[in-house]
């Protein structure tokens, strides 16, 4: 009996001591889980096809309330496809051309210009054709197109100017067609700016490097201070920091410091690298005596009359989701006239009552901000404690509830000067948390920083902004959105980097990619041309105008 008792009690703590063991396990169990899900919860509750949100801290029960997930990454495949479609109709528009030496490139002094069907005198609103044969330096005529021609009518007392249209025959001929738009005397013009060889040049050169620009990024850790190389590519095997647009997939690099992390990078300045892609021999083609030559000799004139033609059907208001003609318009007095929609006399403060205005761009859009403030003086600029060209402007009314303000663009940012990155991000997720609403207007302008780079990067910065706008239209429909294109620059500026070539380009991709999207066109592009400025900041009487438009279109 006692032996019975003493073996009851032996498989009792034996029991119990398994039991102990078990709770032991489980415990360690449910450490190592709770450790491995809050070190790495999105992968663990992905694997069990969980809803996860620490926004809300809702790892296991699901709010009242549907969750809005945010915007899923875009399609690499997707992307990559759209971004081939719009780059090969450009190199279908830019075929190799041969290039073995000056003399069989095109020659402005020795390719002709006719006019066809020449008159004494021509009628407003008439259209001149001018026929155009290039020829090489030794008088051959060329057997293939190419060039990258400028036409540009212009009445120097008038204060007017238009631009003309060019056709390429793809055999060395041309058709420049001027739809004559004022009377008096009208001077015709068309400029050489760089022969199909230079063309051909440029477009091979500028797809084959991201370093013609240098970026030095600046960290900020306590006291130190430490510079590294930045890109949109980096060729190193050093450490980088890289700076994600997760739903775009569009980085930015910087050497990563030692000991220093990447979230301390706070400013950037950039300067010209001594670096080409284009080969020697081609490099006589872009010497400024080879830029922008004029092929008719000196301007030839012609004179314009009313004459007696019917009185010219009203145009209805310019308004968003019109496509610009081309010519989009002409000058005259100083002042700009859309050829296909007119113009009505708007008081800009009246307009601009109870807005919300957000320009998103570069240098050109600030000129907006400043023409803003210059002529309306209640406005007030508001503080936003950054320093120097590039920070973020604020400018309100109060009385009358308008807000103005101004914020460039993400990477890459060209400046000599050091400018801070510390809120730098793409346009898109700025208008992907714009709320939008029937007085609230987006202005967007892109392109002359994209220019040193291969065309892609525009491309697919254009097609990510694009995106953005779709989203927004769709959930704020009433939302006015307004694209400013990018103007002609200076014929002196560095040209494998800067030529307007480059810039003609990007204009073509940018009319591509937004055609079809509700929003107005501000074709500042066809606006410089016909004002002659060759300015990348064009004067604020251009500026003045651009924004007429504008007001026409929001109001």
Same mark, same amino acid.
């Given at each position: 009996?006692?032996?019975?008792?003493?073996?009851?009690?032996?498989?009792?703590?034996?029991?119990?001591?398994?039991?102990?063991?078990?709770?032991?396990?489980?415990?360690?169990?449910?450490?190592?889980?709770?450790?491995?899900?809050?070190? =790495?919860?999105?992968?663990?509750?992905?694997?069990?096809?969980?809803?996860?949100?620490?926004?809300?801290?809702?790892?296991?029960?699901?709010?009242?309330?549907?969750?809005? +997930?945010?915007?899923?990454?875009?399609?690499?495949?997707?992307?990559?496809?759209?971004?081939? %479609?719009?780059?090969?109709?450009?190199?279908?528009?830019?075929? &190799?051309?041969?290039?073995?030496?000056?003399?069989?490139?095109?020659?402005?002094?020795?390719?002709?210009?006719?006019?066809?069907?020449?008159?004494?005198?021509?009628?407003?609103?008439?259209? +001149?054709?001018?026929?155009?044969?290039?020829?090489?330096?030794?008088?051959?005529?060329?057997?293939?197109?190419?060039?990258?021609?400028?036409?540009?009518?212009?009445?120097?007392?008038?204060?007017?100017?238009?631009?003309?249209?060019?056709?390429?025959? =793809?055999?060395?001929?041309?058709?420049?067609?001027?739809?004559?738009?004022?009377?008096?005397?009208?001077?015709?013009? $068309?400029? +050489?700016?760089?022969?199909? %060889?230079?063309?051909?040049?440029?477009?091979?050169?500028?797809?084959?490097?991201?370093?013609?620009?240098?970026?030095?990024?600046?960290?900020?850790?306590?006291?130190?201070? @430490?510079?590294?190389?930045?890109?949109?590519?980096?060729?190193?095997?050093?450490?980088?920091?890289?700076?994600?647009?997760?739903?775009?997939?569009?980085?930015?690099?910087? @050497?990563?410091?030692?000991?220093?992390?990447?979230?301390?990078?706070?400013?950037?300045?950039?300067?010209?690298?001594?670096?080409?892609?284009?080969? *020697?021999?081609?490099?006589?083609?872009?010497?400024?005596?080879?830029?922008?030559?004029?092929?008719?000799?000196?301007?030839?004139?012609?004179?314009?009359?009313?004459?007696?033609?019917?009185?010219? &059907?009203?145009?209805?208001?310019?308004?968003?989701?019109?496509? &610009?003609?081309?010519?989009?318009?002409?000058?005259?007095?100083?002042?700009?006239?859309?050829?296909?929609?007119?113009?009505?006399?708007?008081?800009?403060?009246?307009?601009?009552?109870?807005?919300?205005?957000?320009?998103?761009?570069?240098?050109?859009?600030?000129?907006?901000?400043?023409?803003?403030?210059?002529?309306?003086?209640?406005?007030?600029?508001?503080?936003?404690?950054?320093?120097?060209?590039?920070?973020? *402007?604020?400018?309100?009314?109060?009385?009358?509830?308008?807000?103005?303000?101004?914020?460039?663009?993400?990477?890459?940012?060209?400046?000599?000067?050091?400018?801070? !990155?510390?809120?730098? %991000?793409?346009?898109?997720?700025?208008?992907?948390?714009?709320?939008? %609403?029937?007085?609230?207007?987006? !202005?967007?302008?892109?392109? *002359?920083?994209?220019?040193?780079?291969?065309?892609? !990067?525009? $491309?697919?910065?254009?097609?990510s902004v694009h995106r953005a706008l779709q989203r927004l239209l769709l959930r704020?429909?009433?939302?006015?959105?307004?694209?400013?294109?990018?103007?002609?620059?200076?014929?002196?500026?560095?040209?494998?980097?800067?030529?307007?070539?480059?810039?003609?380009?990007?204009?073509?991709?940018?009319?591509?990619?937004?055609?079809?999207?509700?929003?107005? !066109?501000?074709?500042?592009?066809?606006?410089?041309?016909?004002?002659?400025?060759?300015?990348?900041?064009?004067?604020?009487?251009?500026?003045?105008?651009?924004?007429? $438009?504008?007001?026409?279109?929001?109001?």
């Amino acid at each position: 009996m006692e032996n019975s008792k003493k073996m009851e009690r032996i498989r009792t703590m034996k029991t119990m001591a398994s039991r102990k063991s078990l709770w032991v396990l489980l415990l360690i169990v449910i450490i190592w889980v709770s450790f491995t899900v809050f070190r =790495n919860p999105p992968k663990i509750w992905a694997a069990f096809k969980l809803p996860v949100s620490f926004s809300g801290w809702d790892l296991v029960m699901k709010p009242s309330c549907p969750t809005v +997930l945010p915007n899923p990454p875009v399609s690499l495949k997707e992307t990559e496809l759209r971004v081939w %479609e719009v780059l090969e109709k450009l190199d279908k528009q830019i075929p &190799p051309r041969p290039f073995t030496h000056l003399n069989t490139t095109t020659s402005a002094t020795h390719s002709t210009a006719t006019i066809l069907n020449p008159r004494d005198t021509y009628c407003v609103g008439d259209q +001149l054709d001018v026929l155009l044969v290039a020829k090489d330096y030794s008088g051959r005529r060329k057997e293939y197109g190419g060039d990258f021609l400028r036409a540009r009518i212009f009445s120097p007392a008038l204060k007017a100017g238009a631009s003309g249209k060019v056709t390429d025959f =793809n055999n060395g001929t041309y058709l420049v067609s001027f739809t004559l738009f004022w009377e008096g005397p009208v001077s015709l013009s $068309i400029l +050489l700016m760089h022969p199909s %060889e230079g063309v051909s040049a440029l477009w091979r050169a500028r797809k084959q490097g991201y370093d013609r620009i240098i970026f030095t990024g600046l960290f900020v850790s306590g006291t130190s201070q @430490v510079r590294t190389d930045c890109a949109l590519v980096l060729n190193t095997s050093a450490e980088l920091c890289q700076y994600l647009d997760a739903q775009d997939q569009e980085a930015f690099y910087c @050497v990563k410091p030692p000991n220093v992390p990447c979230a301390a990078l706070t400013h950037m300045q950039s300067k010209n690298k001594k670096v080409s892609y284009l080969r *020697q021999q081609e490099r006589s083609l872009f010497e400024r005596s080879n830029i922008g030559v004029e092929i008719m000799g000196k301007p030839k004139v012609i004179s314009v009359s009313k004459c007696n033609k019917e009185a010219v &059907p009203a145009k209805q208001r310019c308004k968003l989701g019109m496509v &610009p003609a081309i010519p989009s318009g002409y000058v005259w007095k100083n002042s700009w006239n859309p050829a296909s929609c007119s113009l009505a006399p708007i008081k800009m403060k009246d307009c601009l009552r109870g807005k919300l205005i957000h320009l998103m761009g570069d240098s050109t859009l600030r000129q907006w901000m400043e023409y803003f403030k210059s002529k309306i003086n209640t406005l007030r600029s508001v503080d936003l404690h950054e320093t120097g060209k590039l920070q973020h *402007q604020l400018a309100v009314d109060l009385d009358e509830k308008i807000n103005i303000q101004w914020q460039k663009h993400g990477y890459p940012l060209i400046g000599s000067l050091v400018y801070s !990155v510390k809120e730098i %991000e793409n346009m898109a997720r700025i208008i992907d948390r714009t709320g939008g %609403e029937k007085n609230t207007v987006i !202005v967007i302008s892109l392109g *002359q920083h994209f220019r040193p780079f291969p065309i892609d !990067v525009f $491309i697919r910065r254009a097609l990510s902004v694009h995106r953005a706008l779709q989203r927004l239209l769709l959930r704020s429909p009433d939302t006015m959105v307004v694209l400013k294109t990018e103007n002609t620059r200076e014929m002196t500026s560095d040209v494998e980097r800067f030529s307007d070539f480059h810039g003609y380009t990007q204009y073509l991709a940018l009319k591509d990619i937004f055609q079809g999207l509700n929003v107005g !066109v501000i074709d500042a592009w066809d606006m410089t041309i016909a004002y002659g400025t060759n300015d990348v900041h064009p004067p604020q009487h251009v500026v003045g105008s651009q924004i007429n $438009i504008f007001l026409d279109y929001i109001c």
